[in-house]
């Protein structure tokens, strides 16, 4: 059958407005996709009636939005599955009943190892497939067994799905939005490109048209997101292929956007255009999340990464040639196979070179089916962990230092809500830092000068450069 035919696009275009209410709770692991996604099956679930809630105790529908990235990734899902089971238990005992559902990564990649471990699950679909849920609800109520959706679809879920409810939480500032999906470039250690599937883009159309209504509903902070955003080609308008520079243009252009931010680049897409639009558009923010992985070129190599640590010295000295208080994050993976204590000397000493505002580190971790698990010369685990805590170390100096270096500086702080302390509100600068002042709640929406006076754990506090205007 055609999806057109189908619920979710009939859907689409007539809301049934008398559907029931029914109660909806998005359990949500992973990466920042995951929390757009589940914001999206919230959307498509809509029409049929299903409203949040927070709390999975009282909920009619059950989505667990799952990671397979790192280590014990089934396990936990399926320690989380018992919980779960035991609250569908005891709505049943109450004549009420709970449709349990595993989506995303550990969904796509272990999909009849759930239904044949758990068969309390009643959907298991993958991060492809979402848009086809309110079709497999209707087909599990009706078959009154368990239904899997993880091929990889011909069509594009993005076609299909219905208006990104904007703002997904009211008073939202900032959102985020999928513009780039799955990945073709098969580094050694990782499972994405086989539970996102391949590499493609939306059409520009598409995302900007998402941009516009939520900058129309009051969102000024956009986060581009896809596994490799900076490989961004989407069909343009003109049917030409845009790149991501262009549809960063395009974006600045909206009434009320005024930041613009997109994760994850990998550094063999990144081109001079968009090293230029960082010293352009102003709206580009200047954080950039650009994963190394490793400094050793040895260990490059057997990742598959396609750059030496080099190229990537090179790549961060135009960035900051081009945009100077450029901060950057980073990724590391510490003892892939092979690793030696002179390759993880060379991550220590790239950390030293580059000085990274951000990083997360983590043990290397064998995934099912990639290529590094099999690969000989596996690091053993006591090693992991005493090259793991140096390197994390040196990576909190950095960005202890990184952010004690705001104290003294006057800089612009998109207010996004109260604060936990009276009279307080908070926000976010430029470089992802979260911005205490006290100030009045008017601000919150707007960007403001906030001159930095302390730094505190994970954040910096301040004053309001003309606290007499806002007062
Ligand atoms: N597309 C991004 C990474 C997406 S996965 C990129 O190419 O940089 C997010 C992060 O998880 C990776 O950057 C990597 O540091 C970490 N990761 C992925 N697979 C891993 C594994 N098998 N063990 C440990 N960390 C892993
Ligand atoms: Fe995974 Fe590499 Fe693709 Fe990133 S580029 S998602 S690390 S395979
Ligand atoms: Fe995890 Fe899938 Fe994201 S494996 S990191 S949820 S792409």
Redesign the pocket.
């Known amino acids: 059958m055609g999806l057109r035919q189908s619920g979710v696009a009939a859907m689409t275009r007539t809301p049934d407005h008398t559907a029931p209410s029914r109660a909806l709770h998005v359990i949500t692991w992973g990466?920042q996709m995951n929390v757009y996604d589940s914001a999206r099956m919230g959307d498509v679930l809509r029409p049929l009636g299903y409203q949040p809630v927070d709390t999975p105790d009282t909920a009619d529908m059950i989505i667990l939005n799952t990671c397979h990235?790192?280590d014990r990734a089934a396990e936990k899902v399926f320690s989380e599955l018992g919980r779960l089971r035991l609250i569908k238990e005891a709505r049943k005992a109450e004549g009420q009943q709970t449709i349990i559902a595993v989506a995303g990564c550990v969904a796509q990649a272990e999909g009849q190892e759930i239904l044949a471990r758990a068969p309390y699950v009643d959907i298991v679909l993958g991060p492809q497939t979402y848009h086809r849920l309110p079709e497999m609800v209707a087909r599990a109520a009706r078959a009154g067994r368990a239904v899997i959706e993880t091929d990889f679809p011909a069509e594009q879920k993005f076609d299909f799905l219905p208006e990104a409810e904007a703002p997904q939480t009211p008073g939202n500032y900032t959102a985020f939005l999928t513009i780039q999906e799955g990945?073709d470039?098969f580094?050694s250690?990782?499972?994405?490109p086989y539970t996102r599937g391949a590499e493609s883009s939306r059409t520009v159309q598409s995302v900007l048209a998402e941009a516009r209504r939520m900058a129309d509903s009051g969102v000024r902070e956009i986060s581009l997101l896809g596994?490799?955003v900076n490989a961004y080609h989407g069909e343009g308008p003109d049917g030409t292929v845009w790149d991501l520079t262009r549809l960063a243009y395009a974006l600045a252009d909206i009434p009320g956007l005024t930041r613009i931010r997109y994760t994850?680049s990998?550094p063999r897409d990144m081109n001079d255009a968009l090293i230029a639009a960082h010293r352009d558009l102003p709206a580009l923010m200047p954080f950039l999340h650009l994963?190394v992985?490793s400094g050793s070129d040895r260990i490059l190599r057997a990742m598959n990464r396609g750059h030496t640590a080099d190229e990537y010295r090179d790549l961060v000295r135009r960035l900051r040639a081009a945009r100077p208080d450029l901060a950057l994050s980073s990724?590391?993976?510490i003892g892939h196979p092979g690793e030696t204590e002179e390759d993880f000397e060379a991550t220590m000493q790239l950390v030293r070179d580059v000085g990274f505002a951000l990083a997360?580190s983590?043990?290397?971790?064998?995934?099912p089916g990639?290529p590094?698990a099999g690969a000989p010369l596996q690091v053993p685990e006591d090693v992991k962990d005493a090259r793991l805590q140096a390197l994390q170390k040196l990576l909190r100096e950095q960005q202890d230092a990184f952010n004690a270096s705001m104290v003294g500086k006057t800089v612009p702080v998109l207010f996004t809500g109260k604060g936990r302390k009276p009279g307080q509100i908070t926000g976010r600068s430029p470089w992802l830092q979260p911005v205490h002042v006290i100030g009045p709640d008017h601000l919150i929406g707007q960007t403001v000068p906030v001159h930095i006076t302390e730094r505190l754990t994970n954040s910096l506090g301040g004053l309001l450069e003309e606290e007499n205007v806002y007062a």
């Open positions: 990466c990235i790192r990945c470039k580094c250690f990782c499972v994405v596994q490799n994850t990998h994963p992985q990724d590391f993976i997360y983590f043990k290397y971790s064998p995934r990639t590094a």
